[in-house]
């Protein structure tokens, strides 16, 4: 039991309050320290705002009876103190009904004694710390010893009760870390944990004592700041958020840097339920990632729509790759005189029941985003491999193959395997193959690259780099890689007769390719003239509407042998 117990009497009848402390003073000692409220009003207060270690609670005072204050007493949340309640034998009261009203306690008066006084109150205070415990594990992430999930929830109900009262604005901060996954695959779950601790620590320090910083789970914080009065207080407080990750942290030695990205809901201009901020503050968050992370961005309903949008069809373009509604166009390449076809290249279509076809620009991106382009990218090279093997039993002329990859599907780390085994498995020869990767991939990448295309290039596969110009490649960047061409983007070649920056960068690339003995294709040629300067400059090769537009598998069998006839020039249709 503790030194001193304070505990508080209400009740007013003098010679009872005399007795139980003299019974109290038997029974506890020295440390006995006690207060008396002799009046129903006065008692209202201390009880909801005070702390005392116990309190006696006479079941009659001023004419009423006291079940409203032992209400108050175990309402106000956090801080409740046990109460033993007091009555006499003839008020019959219900001693169970009393303690689900909250009382720890409840003795007659008539019965009392020293012996059952002290027993009474070391059982109400054990019993308080056991509750408080509970109290502290319900709601504290016991990691950080921030407010969790349960806690978070209350005071989020409890703030936006209060702002929609004060005409004021509440801010919801949703955070998580930039790359903590890897943080803790590569270091460890015990330095993971200690850096959310940290984090924790600087995410207290960069608020008010006023606000709720909680944990919600994995790397995932929310922040609820109140009483703010214009949104240039929330930027203020979003950027400090932001800034307490520049310095590394100190993981036992190791020092880690961290930056985090937050999105952020506001009551009551994007919500007043808290599932609905907590939702929009995610959606912020998300936002606030793919706009290229350590950044915040407030909710935007324009945003949510789209996101929106995206969500359904990123879910119809599983069904899709399920049902493999995906087909493949193929566009010739040329030799720049026209003469012959040098290959084709494998552009994907989605043919969708309602919507028609969509075009891969109106995809893809979701695809790369949502990682479901490396089954995609399986799929597009098996029906290549398909259509290799049927034109090969129709007796056509063998072509190579152009086909796309992605940046996400080449930093697949599986991705040679699984080349090899769809190649494999459909008996089809790498030489056949050419993968296109754009500039910006190779630029991006690690030096993982350099060991995954000599790979590749070990097999036989030929690579292309495709929308060449737009990435800045220097030439001894390009020389590490066993690249054999280069596309010049079709950006370029749209107003190489008009615009003479545009005339200069394929004019360079050309030579800069003959120089490293790369083939060179120009993408897009769409008139005579642009041919014209593409050859004269010495390009060896063209794709474009000119010469070809994509068409389906079909249409092209049918299109190849009487082309031949065909001056340059002359369209095939899509
Ligand atoms: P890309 O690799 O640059 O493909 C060339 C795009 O330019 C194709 O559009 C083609 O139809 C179009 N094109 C060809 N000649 C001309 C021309 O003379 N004028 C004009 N204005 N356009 C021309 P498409 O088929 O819509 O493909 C767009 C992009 O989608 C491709 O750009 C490629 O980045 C991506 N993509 C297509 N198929 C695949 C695929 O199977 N896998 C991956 N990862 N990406 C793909
Ligand atoms: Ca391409
Ligand atoms: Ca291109």
């Known amino acids: 039991m503790a030194d001193r117990i304070h505990i508080l009497y209400i009740g007013n009848d003098p010679g009872e309050q005399q007795l139980l402390e003299e019974m109290l003073r038997e029974a506890l000692g020295d440390g006995l320290l006690m207060t008396w409220i002799d009046n129903f009003n006065e008692a209202l207060w201390p009880l909801e705002t005070s702390y005392y270690d116990l309190v006696f609670l006479d079941y009659h005072l001023d004419g009423r009876d006291t079940?409203?204050?032992?209400?108050?007493?175990a309402s106000s949340e956090g801080r409740s103190m046990p109460v033993v309640m007091l009555a006499d034998n003839e008020d019959h009261l219900d001693d169970l009904e009393v303690i689900r009203q909250g009382a720890a306690d409840y003795l007659s008066k008539q019965e009392l004694s020293v012996s059952i006084l002290k027993r009474s109150v070391r059982y109400a205070i054990e019993r308080k710390k056991i509750e408080q415990r509970l109290l502290t594990l319900s709601h504290y992430d016991p990691l950080t010893g921030l407010a969790n999930r349960n806690l978070f929830y209350l005071k989020l109900t409890d703030g936006i009760i209060q702002t929609l009262r004060g005409n004021q604005l509440l801010a919801l901060f949703f955070l998580d870390l930039d790359h903590f996954k890897?943080?803790?695959?590569?270091?460890?779950?015990?330095?993971?944990?200690?850096?959310?601790?940290?984090?924790?620590?600087?995410?207290?320090?960069?608020t008010r004592a006023s606000d709720t910083v909680a944990r919600l789970g994995g790397d995932e914080f929310a922040i609820i700041a109140t009483h703010l009065g214009t949104e240039d207080d929330i930027t203020l407080l979003a950027k400090k958020l932001i800034t307490s990750f520049n310095e590394p942290f100190n993981l036992g030695g190791t020092q880690v840097t961290t930056h985090t990205s937050i999105g952020i809901a506001l009551c009551p201009v994007h919500g007043h339920d808290p599932d609905e901020l907590l939702r929009h503050a995610d959606l912020a968050l998300y936002q606030a990632k793919a706009a290229g992370r350590n950044n915040f961005k407030f909710y935007d309903s324009e945003l949510d729509a789209r996101a929106q949008e995206y969500r359904a069809l990123e879910q119809e373009m599983r069904h899709a790759?399920?049902?493999?509604?995906?087909?493949?166009h193929y566009q010739p390449m040329f030799s720049s005189d026209g003469k012959q076809v040098i290959g084709?290249?494998?552009?994907?279509?989605?043919?969708?029941?309602?919507?028609?076809?969509?075009?891969?620009?109106?995809?893809?991106?979701?695809?790369?985003?949502?990682?479901?382009?490396l089954p995609l990218g399986?799929?597009?090279?098996?029906?290549?491999?398909?259509q290799i093997n049927q034109w090969q039993q129709m007796g056509m002329p063998e072509m190579l193959v152009a086909v796309n990859l992605s940046p996400t599907q080449f930093s697949d780390p599986d991705l040679v395997e699984k080349i090899i085994?769809?190649?494999?498995?459909?008996?089809?020869?790498?030489?056949?193959?050419?993968?296109?990767?754009?500039?910006?991939t190779l630029?991006?990448?690690?030096?993982?690259?350099?060991?995954?295309?000599?790979?590749?290039?070990?097999?036989?596969?030929?690579?292309?780099?495709?929308?060449?110009?737009?990435?800045?490649?220097?030439?001894?960047?390009l020389k590490k890689f066993p690249v054999h061409k280069l596309k010049i983007d079709r950006a370029f070649v749209k107003d190489v007769t008009t615009d003479q920056d545009d005339a200069t960068i394929a004019r360079s690339i050309i030579h800069l390719g003959q120089a490293m003995n790369l083939e060179i294709i120009a993408e897009g040629v769409e008139t005579e003239?642009?041919?014209?300067?593409?050859?004269?400059?010495?390009c060896q090769q063209v794709q474009g509407f000119l010469f070809a537009k994509p068409m389906g598998a079909d249409t092209l069998a049918k299109w190849l042998p009487q082309r031949h006839s065909s001056p340059p020039g002359h369209q095939a249709s899509a």
């Open 67 to 73: 079940i409203e204050l032992l209400r108050r007493s």
């Open 182 to 206: 890897e943080i803790n695959d590569t270091l460890g779950h015990p330095s993971g944990d200690r850096l959310l601790q940290e984090v924790s620590t600087r995410l207290k320090k960069a």
């Open 321 to 328: 790759l399920h049902h493999r509604d995906f087909s493949l």
């Open 344 to 373: 084709v290249e494998a552009l994907v279509r989605w043919f969708h029941k309602v919507r028609g076809m969509i075009a891969p620009g109106d995809f893809i991106p979701l695809a790369e985003s949502s990682g479901l382009i």
């Open 378 to 386: 399986e799929q597009v090279l098996e029906m290549v491999c398909d």
């Open 421 to 440: 085994h769809i190649l494999e498995e459909k008996g089809v020869s790498p030489q056949r193959i050419e993968l296109e990767i754009t500039e910006n």
């Open 443 to 477: 630029m991006e990448t690690g030096p993982e690259v350099i060991e995954r295309l000599t790979r590749l290039h070990d097999l036989g596969i030929k690579l292309a780099i495709d929308d060449f110009g737009t990435g800045y490649s220097s030439l001894s960047y």
């Open 529 to 538: 003239d642009q041919l014209n300067f593409l050859r004269n400059e010495g």
